[in-house]
């Protein structure tokens, strides 16, 4: 079952091209300068009327959740807030009508996420699913959805789900940018075009497994780590965090960049690996200025860039190269390495990978 893989995990990782590629199968076409979701189509008329998006979700879901307010913000200029299942139940929400409520979940099965989507039910809000198992109790609650057909995912730490997620939102926000005409034509179609070529590009990524691995020995020893983003990097940041953190024990916080000097940047020495994810086009400087700060404190910096990139590279203890992207497309790519390298710590440090402590593939209870 695990085709040859060592774990489910990894299997999963690799398998991330063809899943990307499933989960916009039949949705879009550069050629045809389209994208459809068909939950979409179906409620096209709420979407574009809507006041609000809410996305509720927990854990990594949560996570593509972050991306894909930047993205919808970004593309479709609708408000979109994120919050964890959990809280938005119990606070006694505002919502109407006029909003729509997005849950994320790969079991479609997480306790929490449920009650939400039935609370978001009964005050009128339309309620929408991004889910992987098919027939799962969200997926039978929501009024229309998209699957997003990654396959079952074995491995506690969720990786495939992860993309798949942040696809489908990607496709979301371009067709509601479509229908609201809140990007040009050429924008789309850039995007568009692009999209269809991150599959390839995410096998790029893959190609610093055995270098990523390398770097994961020489790290593995150390108690804590930082992961830094900026933007659409960093629900990047706060995801290799939450891996590393489940499957090698080791302690690790993600933050936006600029939020180091608020804080965290008072833990920063020899010991403190931090992992900076610089695939950005826009705030370039400003990352590198963090890095000098990280540096400056004699922080260990492992740097993700795009292939050839130098200011940061030069400077960096590690480097790890993927290959350049528009930057909404980004966390697709950025977060491939990312899971590779908690992925191999674990491994180093002789963990369960597929199993970890205390956690459960599918959260039932709250
Ligand atoms: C992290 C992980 C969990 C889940 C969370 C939500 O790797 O697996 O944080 O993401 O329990 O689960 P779903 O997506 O099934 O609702």
Same mark, same amino acid.
Do not use: W
């Given at each position: 079952?695990?085709?040859?893989?060592?774990?489910?995990?990894?299997?999963?990782?690799?398998?991330?091209?063809?899943?990307?590629?499933?989960?916009?199968?039949?949705?879009?076409?550069?050629?045809?300068?389209?994208?459809?979701?068909?939950?979409?189509?179906?409620?096209?008329?709420?979407?574009?009327?809507?006041?609000?998006?809410?996305?509720?979700?927990?854990?990594?879901?949560?996570?593509?959740?972050?991306?894909?307010?930047?993205?919808?913000?970004?593309?479709?200029?609708?408000?979109?807030?994120?919050?964890?299942?959990?809280?938005?139940?119990?606070?006694?929400?505002?919502?109407?009508?006029?909003?729509?409520?997005?849950?994320?979940?790969?079991?479609?099965?997480?306790?929490?996420?449920?009650?939400?989507?039935?609370?978001?039910?009964?005050?009128?809000?339309?309620?929408?699913?991004?889910?992987?198992?098919?027939?799962?109790?969200?997926?039978?609650?929501?009024?229309?959805?998209?699957?997003?057909?990654?396959?079952?995912?074995?491995?506690?730490?969720?990786?495939?789900?992860?993309?798949?997620?942040?696809?489908?939102?990607?496709?979301?926000?371009?067709?509601?940018?479509?229908?609201?005409?809140?990007?040009?034509?050429?924008?789309?179609?850039?995007?568009?075009?692009?999209?269809?070529?991150?599959?390839?590009?995410?096998?790029?990524?893959?190609?610093?497994?055995?270098?990523?691995?390398?770097?994961?020995?020489?790290?593995?020893? %150390? %108690?804590?780590?930082?992961?830094?983003?900026?933007?659409?990097?960093?629900?990047?940041?706060?995801?290799?965090?939450?891996?590393?953190?489940?499957?090698?024990?080791?302690?690790?916080?993600?933050?936006?960049?600029?939020?180091?000097?608020?804080?965290?940047?008072?833990?920063?020495?020899?010991?403190?690996?931090?992992?900076?994810?610089?695939?950005?086009?826009?705030?370039?400087?400003?990352?590198?200025?963090?890095?000098?700060?990280?540096?400056?404190?004699?922080?260990?910096?492992?740097?993700?860039?795009?292939?050839?990139?130098?200011?940061?590279?030069?400077?960096?203890? %590690?480097?790890?190269?993927?290959?350049?992207?528009?930057?909404?497309?980004?966390?697709?790519?950025?977060?491939?390495?990312?899971?590779?390298?908690?992925?191999?710590?674990?491994?180093?440090?002789?963990?369960?990978?597929?199993?970890?402590?205390?956690?459960?593939?599918?959260?039932?209870?709250?």
């Amino acid at each position: 079952e695990k085709n040859g893989y060592e774990h489910f995990m990894l299997k999963e990782i690799y398998e991330q091209p063809t899943t990307i590629f499933d989960a916009m199968r039949g949705r879009i076409s550069s050629k045809e300068n389209r994208v459809t979701l068909r939950g979409l189509e179906e409620y096209a008329n709420r979407f574009v009327r809507a006041n609000r998006i809410i996305i509720v979700a927990c854990g990594t879901s949560y996570h593509s959740g972050l991306i894909g307010e930047y993205l919808i913000e970004d593309l479709a200029r609708i408000p979109v807030e994120v919050e964890y299942a959990s809280e938005f139940r119990y606070r006694n929400p505002i919502l109407n009508e006029r909003d729509i409520v997005i849950a994320l979940s790969q079991s479609g099965e997480t306790a929490d996420t449920l009650a939400a989507l039935e609370l978001a039910k009964q005050k009128g809000a339309m309620i929408y699913g991004i889910v992987n198992s098919v027939g799962s109790s969200i997926a039978r609650l929501t009024d229309a959805g998209s699957y997003i057909h990654a396959g079952p995912e074995i491995g506690v730490a969720s990786t495939k789900a992860f993309t798949g997620q942040v696809t489908v939102l990607t496709l979301l926000a371009l067709s509601m940018a479509q229908k609201l005409s809140t990007v040009s034509n050429t924008t789309f179609q850039t995007l568009v075009t692009e999209l269809e070529s991150i599959p390839e590009k995410v096998k790029e990524c893959l190609k610093a497994d055995e270098h990523i691995r390398y770097i994961a020995k020489e790290i593995k020893h %150390h %108690h804590n780590a930082l992961y830094l983003g900026r933007g659409y990097n960093f629900p990047v940041a706060l995801e290799g965090a939450l891996k590393l953190k489940e499957i090698s024990y080791i302690h690790a916080e993600g933050y936006p960049a600029a939020e180091m000097k608020h804080g965290p940047i008072a833990l920063i020495d020899e010991t403190m690996p931090v992992i900076v994810t610089a695939t950005n086009q826009s705030a370039y400087e400003k990352i590198i200025s963090n890095v000098q700060e990280v540096l400056a404190r004699k922080g260990v910096v492992i740097a993700v860039v795009p292939k050839g990139e130098t200011a940061i590279s030069s400077m960096a203890h %590690h480097v790890i190269e993927i290959p350049a992207t528009e930057e909404q497309l980004s966390p697709l790519l950025s977060v491939i390495p990312l899971q590779l390298l908690s992925y191999h710590i674990a491994v180093e440090l002789g963990r369960n990978v597929d199993q970890p402590r205390n956690l459960a593939k599918s959260v039932t209870v709250e």
